[in-house]
């Protein structure tokens, strides 16, 4: 009675935290930085969570090999008057994967044009070690995670052992520190979707066993908010975000791009319960990468349904990419 008590309250959690009573979410952003842009936006929109108070940005990894990724994430931590923001990269087997947007590449074009540390991706640190150096830190059930890219990272974390970093395994270290992991990935009921597939043992192997509640933004929500085309018709000079949407958007997405990094990282700062109404189940990944959904109210996962209005939930996206950096 009591584990179900304990189940309850976590998944209450998910469903109802807003975390701002407590002063700022200590958030992790795990990216792939390169093959789509939605990343690009998702990330201004959490700088703008930032200037407000709301988040705590901890580190900024990638889930992707790609020599430009590291350096495309501290362009836009840079630009937003945060380029201490620890950066690092997977290492071992793991996607290598660039843009697949022709014509000009935002990937290149940032790095050439913007102040960034790192050269190129293999230079940055190893993430897992970053991981476990920061989780380390922080207080207790504090630190959310919140991937939209690849599961890479995270299984490498919970399958690390103790080192001299922490005498901690990855699991243990997860258990103690990590209050939920917040990811744009799988497709709900059912579907084949990228951030699942590219990496599907990674894929398989955490939602299995990863343990504290994950909240998961499916294929559906993003692909159903298109936002940058205010961006692009800013005029807005010298700004790494509406330059990447103006080199993508007019090209190949007219109508503006799918949200899908964009909504998994809002809600992973401010809670659904605002946006969106949420489902509790367990997701299984088969070998192929494709997934499938069982409804479940005892299910350690949950996934993000439509509440607010399309229009409304779009113009509030498309509002936090729009932030400008504060002057310090
Ligand atoms: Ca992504």
């Avoid at 939605?38 to 990894?61: C, K």
């Avoid at 996607?95 to 940032?110: K, V």
């Avoid at 800013?234 to 190949?252: A, E, F, H, R, W």
């Avoid at 899908?260 to 700062?269: E, R």
Wanted: glycine share 6%.
């Amino acid at each position: 009675m009591k584990n179900y008590f304990l189940l309850f309250s976590l998944l209450l959690c998910i469903a109802c935290s807003n975390n701002r009573t407590n002063g700022a979410v200590n958030l992790i952003f795990d990216t792939d930085m390169a093959p789509d842009y939605d990343d690009v936006g998702a990330l201004a929109l959490l700088h703008a969570l930032a200037d407000s108070g709301e988040v705590n940005i901890l580190a900024t990894v990638s889930s992707n090999k790609c020599p430009t990724a590291v350096p495309c994430i501290e362009v836009i931590n840079t630009y937003f008057g945060r380029p201490d923001i620890p950066t690092a990269a997977v290492r071992g087997e793991a996607a290598d994967r660039t843009t697949w947007h022709s014509g000009l590449r935002w990937t290149e074009e940032l790095p050439k044009k913007y102040p960034h540390r790192t050269k190129a991706t293999a230079d940055s640190e190893d993430a897992l070690k970053l991981y476990r150096r920061i989780l380390s830190q922080q207080p207790d059930k504090s630190v959310t995670i919140v991937t939209v890219g690849f599961f890479s990272n995270l299984q490498n974390l919970l399958l690390s052992q103790a080192d001299e970093i922490s005498p901690l395994s990855g699991k243990e270290l997860i258990d103690k520190k990590v209050k939920q992991l917040v990811s744009m990935a799988g497709a709900f009921p059912e579907g084949k979707e990228f951030n699942v597939y590219v990496d599907a043992k990674a894929s398989q192997y955490i939602m299995k066993e990863w343990p504290t509640p994950i909240l998961f933004s499916g294929f559906e929500i993003g692909s159903q908010i298109f936002t940058g085309k205010r961006l692009v018709e800013s005029g807005i000079k010298n700004n790494p975000i509406v330059d990447t949407y103006t080199m993508c958007l007019q090209q190949d997405d007219p109508k503006g791009r799918d949200s899908w990094d964009q909504t998994a990282t809002l809600v992973a700062v401010r809670g659904a319960s605002k946006y969106f109404d949420v489902e509790y189940g367990t997701i299984t990944v088969n070998d192929d990468g494709s997934n499938t959904w069982k409804k479940d109210p005892n299910g350690q996962h949950a996934h993000l349904i439509f509440k607010m209005p399309k229009e409304q939930l779009t113009a509030e996206i498309e509002h936090l990419m729009m932030h400008l950096p504060q002057k310090k």
